[in-house]
């Protein structure tokens, strides 16, 4: 009789857990802590997105994954980033090649610069394939129209020999998500993979995304600033301020009791179509600026552009507590939505 039980064997697995990272850059002015203590974990087959503003250390953290940081000037001075329960922070360059395209993929937000000018598509594809999985060029190549073909771009056979700069900015971001998914990595970081694109592009390539996340069964860690995008692809959201975890909770939880005065101004600030036509309400937005990160002061670092801080905020660096089930904030308030 076996004595597996269901509920474990069903339980999700953790594929990335990262804990304490703290990233840090040296300046003239000293060391701007970029990412400070950041806690983060995605499930397999998970959707997950980190939300902030600019500036607030998202890029850091997905570039601290995969140890793509210029060192110097950035060191990953504490916390451990684990893959699959093994710790990838001391690995070495060469350890890391095997991790990255191959297991760990990342598409970057701005592909014309991401992608060579000089070299074909084509080529750009299937040279992944040929490091990673060890296939001949012309095997590789024909990979690469499989590739094409799996995100939507028309004539693949043809398109394969072209190079960036006839694409369109769409479709050179699909050519970004081919070279990524090409070796079918287990998890895909997609750094604001839709920032300089219109609206219907946008929404094109969020659609490709969850399409192919179904199809090769991957997780996705999305990092946006984007609210509307949140709301539309995510299972479950971590919010970032100023090299911080303010908030994670699931995303219908997020939205429906936001719990940080951060989350609550991010979400305030979204136009609301559904009721635009019965009354008009003017757009609210966080007053003050993103703090200096070079030796940053103690307590809540929201707390200069916060409405309800109290001294208290400034005293000490405020926990992340759960609040309910999945459902976690770092506020020493107790403010429910508003």
């Known amino acids: 009789m076996s004595t597996l039980n269901p509920a474990a064997s069903s339980a999700p697995q953790r ?69 699959q329960g093994r710790d990838i ?10 991790v990255r395209m191959k297991e760990i993929a990342i598409v970057f937000q701005e592909p014309m610069t991401s992608l060579n000018p000089v070299y074909t598509v084509g080529e750009q594809i299937a040279e992944g394939l040929r ?39 769409g479709m050179r971001q699909r050519v970004m998500i081919a070279i990524a998914l090409s070796c079918k990595p287990q998890l895909l970081i997609a750094d604001e993979p839709t920032t300089a694109l219109d609206v219907t592009i946008q929404a094109q390539i969020l659609d490709l995304l969850a399409e192919l996340k179904s199809e090769l ?23 970032m301020y100023a090299g911080q975890v303010v908030e994670e909770a699931p995303v219908v939880e997020l939205f429906a009791r936001p719990q940080h005065p951060y989350t609550q101004g991010l979400i305030r600030s979204i136009p609301r179509i559904d009721t635009a036509a019965l009354h008009k309400v003017r757009l609210e937005t966080i007053p003050g600026v993103v703090p200096k990160l070079i030796a940053p002061a103690a307590g809540c670092r929201f707390a200069p552009r916060c409405k309800f801080a109290t001294p208290d905020c400034s005293a000490a660096t405020p926990p992340l507590r759960e609040v309910a089930p999945g459902h976690k904030v770092a506020c020493i308030l107790d403010l429910g939505p508003t």
């Open 15 to 83: 594929l990335l857990e990262i804990r304490g990272l703290k990233t840090h850059f040296k300046t003239d002015d000293g060391w701007l802590h970029a990412v400070d203590g950041v806690d983060i974990g995605i499930d397999r087959g998970e959707t997950v997105c980190v939300v902030g503003e600019s500036g607030c250390g998202k890029s850091v953290t997905a570039m601290s994954v995969l140890k793509l940081l210029p060192m110097p000037p950035g060191r990953i001075v504490a916390g451990q980033i684990l893959w």
């Open 131 to 169: 490091l990673h999985e060890g296939l001949g060029q012309k095997e590789a190549l024909a990979r690469a129209v499989d590739m094409l073909k799996l995100v939507r771009i028309p004539t693949p056979e043809r398109r394969v020999f072209d190079y960036p700069h006839q694409f369109s900015g």
């Open 217 to 239: 069964g991957m997780a996705i860690m999305l990092i946006t600033h984007a609210m509307g995008v949140v709301a539309e692809v995510a299972q479950r959201v971590v919010v």
């Open 89 to 98: 922070v001391n690995l070495s360059d060469d350890a890391m090649r095997q």
